[in-house]
């Protein structure tokens, strides 16, 4: 029998302030705002459902050539973060998904990204959010990260901070009270877990 003197140190999740500049955030938030949007799911985009109890917000897919700036910047810093933080195995990046939260309650109940069914195919490993809006142009609508129990922790609200976490790791968007937020949403695939 052994027993290991090195620390087991797991980050439940990280952020990075200044990803994205403000003019960038706001490049994208114009942008995206052109894209068609639909209110998002539960499940899979293709085949999930609409439940406004647990899901009340509408998404676009940021899936042509005007936004590679945006996929190079994402790649770049997953590798960075991935490589930093967790050194997960990974493949891809799925389509960017363009959050927006701009009515009343709107809001995304506790959930995990990741897909728990090996017949979609790779699984999502990691999770990451970047905050596009100005946190003075809103109220609610906070991002929270459960570290353990009934503890969630509400992550920075600065624009062009990005958040990344495991997939599997819980959390939620509190209900919008005011204003409008408008988030970039990612999730990187990989292969089975060993």
């Excluded at 952020?15 to 114009?30: G, P």
């Excluded at 596009?132 to 609508?141: A, F, I, T, V, W």
């Excluded at 570290?147 to 990005?162: A, C, D, R, W």
Aim: charged content about 25%; overall charge negative.
């Amino acid at each position: 029998m052994s027993w290991s003197l090195k620390p087991n140190v797991f980050h439940s999740w990280i952020f990075e302030t200044n990803f994205f500049t403000i003019e960038e955030c706001n490049r994208i938030v114009d942008t995206s705002l052109k894209l068609q949007l639909n209110a998002g799911k539960i499940g899979a985009e293709q085949d999930g459902v609409l439940h406004e109890k647990v899901r009340k917000n509408s998404v676009g897919w940021l899936n042509d050539g005007n936004y590679d700036w945006i996929y190079r910047r994402m790649v770049d810093g997953v590798e960075g973060i991935n490589k930093k933080y967790w050194n997960f195995d990974l493949d891809f990046i799925e389509d960017l998904q363009f959050t927006v939260y701009d009515k009343l309650n709107d809001h995304y109940d506790y959930h995990i990204d990741m897909n728990m069914d090996s017949e979609m195919g790779p699984y999502r490993k990691l999770s990451f959010s970047i905050q596009l809006s100005n946190p003075n142009d809103y109220e609610g609508s906070e991002l929270q990260i459960n570290t353990g129990g009934p503890i969630y922790n509400t992550v920075p609200k600065e624009q062009g901070t990005l958040v990344a976490f495991p997939s599997f790791i819980m959390h939620k968007v509190t209900p919008l009270t005011r204003g409008k937020r408008y988030s970039l949403v990612a999730w990187i695939h990989g292969p089975n877990w060993k």
